[in-house]
Nanobody
């Protein structure tokens, strides 16, 4: 089992920045990839960014590319999502997820590729 706890977020003005953290505990050595998803009110959960635990390859949704950066700290078993140039449409609950099977560029953005999920953290961007 892997437990994920997100932190960060809150209310941010448009154009501002914030950083989300996701701390993993438990059998983290069995984790192959980590991802961030988000869900806005009335919308489906969507992929935001992902990173492979080894090698560090990163993947981004088109809507956040160039503005968001995903990174990891292996020693702390923590994944970060640096969010810059925030827009009101970035408002959502952000979820951290971990995959215990290898993920590829094709599967990184698929929810079913992930086995563990955090409880989510709210990010609200005001205009």
């Amino acid at each position: 089992q892997v437990q994920l706890v997100e932190s960060g977020g809150g209310m941010v003005q448009a154009g501002g920045s914030t950083r989300l953290s996701c701390a993993a505990s438990g059998r983290t050595f069995s984790t192959y990839g980590m991802g961030w998803f988000r869900q806005a009110p009335g919308k489906e959960r969507e992929f935001v960014a992902g990173i492979r635990w080894t090698g560090g390859s990163t993947y981004y949704a088109h809507s956040v590319k160039g503005r968001f950066t995903i990174s990891r700290d292996n020693a702390k078993a923590t994944v970060y999502l640096q969010m810059n140039s925030l827009k009101p449409e970035d408002t959502a609950v952000y979820y951290c997820a971990a995959a215990r099977s290898p993920v590829s560029a094709q599967t990184m953005g698929i929810m079913d590729a992930y086995d563990y999920w955090g409880q989510g953290t709210q990010v609200t961007v005001s205009s």
